[in-house]
Every structure is written in structure tokens, then in C-alpha cells.
């Protein structure tokens, strides 16, 4: 009896070590197939980010030059993209003809001013003899007719010779501006057609323009923006090129008067500084705008963050060394980070390095960052 019972509690004894070599066993096999990550505590932040929208760069004042007489463009007085300024010559077209025709309109002033003067002592000469009855009345009328005859071709042929003048005028072509001109459309010895050829294109340069558009819905956020302009940082409005900031800040310098009913949007337009000459009208860059939130967010890097199937996951830490994955929504993107909306909470484990070698459920060793 004493036999059979040493014989189980040896039995026993030799089961529990056995089990105890399994357990040992697997939990070694667990750790040298577990996989190397690094790890990150979640926490909350006061997050500045910038909301980015397209835009595009506009002179505040441009126009295209355009002949108002037709003929030979016979010099040019500028260098393609020199600085203009206003009433600077630019170009003269052949003003022979025109000459010519100013020249014969003035002849034919004084001809019909010379008219004038006899119409005028016809007139005179006839009602002096009318005074004493030694002649027709009818003649007298005649006279009278022939004298405002006479003043209305004077006029016509003043108006005319202010025509014609002004086409001598129109021969010389100023800049209506100070600016920039583009490169001519025309060389010496083109001929242009009056109101047709467009010759050049002069816009100005300092300060520069840059349009862009937003939502209706976020009309107020930015109608305050430009009502408390002088409380706001200068680094509100930025506008970059690529991955390459503008060094100059801009300013809201109006709100569009209207919302576009097709689109649901509307225009604003930003001033910049350009004295360096940087800015180019038609360049296409990114509106920045700072968004300062008094609040705290969930931000977590970038690559923390998979995707599958339109949906967003993270990896997070529990028990045991294994790892989950958790759908998660996210907000901004602010540099190499992103702002978590929903799925996490602070002071949980998250893995922000070797996602792309974890599934469902993996054993990790962690390294905490």
C-alpha cells in the first residue's frame, strides 16, 4: 500500500516537471519568434498645423498693349522684362500717313475758317443794306443761312483735325503704368491692325497678389481673420512653392463679394510683399493658413498609421507582449505626424516602428522610443 502510494506521488512529481519543461519550452520558442519593434507612449499636445489650399499668383494690375492705329511698328524703346515706367515711349508705328492726314485737316481748317470770315461780311454787309431797304429780304436770309453753314463746317473741321491728331498721337505708344514688360509680341517692321495685334504685356510687380479658394462654410473664420489682421501673427498667411516657403508673410486683402452657386465656394485674395521679384504673375504655389486651436490633440507619427481597404489601423500594445490592431480616424497631417481624432487614448502603447512585419495578435519585443 505504502509502495502504490510513493509510486503516484512520484508519477505526479514527474508530471509536473515534465509540463513545467513544456511551458519553459514554449514561452522560449515564443521570444525567439517574437518580432523587434519600437514603441511610443500616447499623449496629448497643443498641435499648430496649417489647413493648405491651391492658389495662384496675379499682378494687381496688368494689360495687354494693343495698337489703336494700324501700320509698321518702327522702333522699340525697351528691353524684353526690363522694369517700364509710366509714360515711358515703348513703341512708334510709321506716323507718315497719319501726319500727312493731320497736315491736310488743318489746311482744310483754315480754308473753312477763311469761308467763315466771308460768310460773316456777307452777313454784316446785307443787313446794313437791309436797314435801308436796298435789298430782298430773301437775300438777307441767305445770308444769314450761309454764316451758321460756314461756323458748322469750322467746327467739323476742328473736330476733325482733333481726329486725325489723334492718330499721330496713338503712333507713339506709352506705358500707361509702371511695371514689368513681357517679351514683344511684335518686332520693327511688323505691321499691326488697329484694336487687333496685341504688341506686349505689362503688369506690375510689387506688392503681388495671390487668389485662391475656399468652402462657404468657412467664410467667418476668415472674414475674422481679416478683421483682426493686426492681432494675428505674421506667419498666418505663407505661401509655398513646392517644398521651397516664401520668405515674405501675406494679409487678407478682400473677401470676393459673392459666393459661386455652382460650386459652393469663393474667392480671397492675399497681398504680398515682393521686392526681391520672386513672385511671378500665372505661378501656382500653396496658401498656408495657420490654424491656432486652444486645444489639446492625439498626435502620433505618420508611420505608425496602416491602411487597408480605405481604413486607417494602429498597433497597440497589450498584455502578454502582443499586439492589436485598432482602427483609428485620423485628422491632419502635420509634417511627419498626424493628429488621431478618434481610437486612441492617452498613456496607451503604441508600435511606430516595424508595423510592416506585424499581424493580429504578434509577440513583439518592444524598445521603447
Known amino acids: 500500500m505504502n509502495l502504490n502510494k510513493y509510486f503516484l506521488a512520484s508519477l505526479s512529481l514527474a508530471s509536473l516537471f515534465y509540463s513545467c519543461g513544456i511551458n519553459s519550452q514554449e514561452v ?10 519600437t514603441v511610443a507612449e500616447v499623449v496629448a499636445t497643443n498641435a499648430v498645423f496649417y489647413d493648405e489650399y491651391p492658389g495662384n499668383v496675379i499682378a494687381l494690375n496688368q494689360i495687354n498693349l494693343t495698337a489703336q492705329v494700324s501700320g509698321y511698328i518702327t522702333k522699340m524703346n525697351f528691353k524684353d522684362g526690363q522694369n517700364v515706367d509710366k509714360g515711358q515711349l515703348l513703341y512708334s508705328i510709321d506716323a507718315q500717313v497719319y501726319q500727312a492726314n493731320y497736315q491736310k485737316a488743318i489746311a482744310d481748317l483754315h480754308v473753312q475758317e477763311t469761308n467763315l470770315i466771308k460768310a460773316q461780311k456777307d452777313a454784316d454787309r446785307y443787313h446794313e443794306l437791309d436797314k435801308h431797304d436796298a435789298i430782298a429780304k430773301q437775300q438777307v436770309d441767305y445770308a444769314d443761312t450761309n454764316l451758321e453753314v460756314a461756323k458748322k463746317q469750322v467746327e467739323a473741321a476742328r473736330a476733325n483735325v482733333a481726329s486725325v491728331h489723334s492718330g499721330v498721337q496713338f503712333a507713339s505708344i506709352y506705358s500707361p503704368f509702371s511695371g514689368t514688360i513681357g517679351i514683344s509680341q511684335v518686332k520693327v517692321g511688323t505691321a499691326v491692325v488697329a484694336g487687333q495685334t496685341i504688341l506686349n504685356t505689362i503688369s506690375t510687380n510689387h506688392p503681388m497678389a495671390v487668389d485662391f479658394i475656399i468652402d462657404q462654410k468657412d467664410i467667418y473664420h476668415f472674414a475674422q481673420l481679416q478683421k483682426n489682421k493686426n492681432e494675428i501673427g505674421d506667419s498666418t498667411f505663407t505661401i509655398a512653392f ?12 478682400f ?39 486652444a486645444a489639446q490633440f492625439i498626435v502620433i507619427p505618420y508611420k505608425a498609421v496602416s491602411e ?6 494602429v498597433y497597440v500594445v497589450g498584455d502578454s507582449s502582443r499586439v492589436s490592431q485598432r482602427q483609428v480616424k485620423l485628422g491632419r497631417q502635420i509634417d511627419d505626424k498626424v493628429i488621431i481624432k478618434e481610437g486612441l487614448n492617452v498613456g496607451e502603447l503604441i508600435v511606430v516602428q516595424g508595423v510592416q512585419n506585424l499581424n493580429e495578435g504578434s509577440s513583439i519585443i518592444a524598445e521603447r522610443k
Open 308 to 313: 487597408s481597404l480605405g481604413e486607417f489601423m
Open 242 to 253: 513646392g517644398s521651397d516657403p516664401y520668405p515674405e508673410p501675406g494679409y487678407i486683402s
Open 255 to 293: 473677401i470676393d463679394r459673392a459666393v459661386d452657386p455652382q460650386t459652393g465656394t469663393i474667392k480671397i485674395r492675399l497681398i504680398f510683399a515682393n521686392d526681391n521679384g520672386m513672385l511671378k504673375p500665372g505661378m501656382n504655389t500653396i496658401v498656408r493658413v495657420r490654424n491656432d486651436v
Open 28 to 37: 522560449k520558442n515564443e521570444k525567439m519568434n517574437a518580432t523587434a519593434v
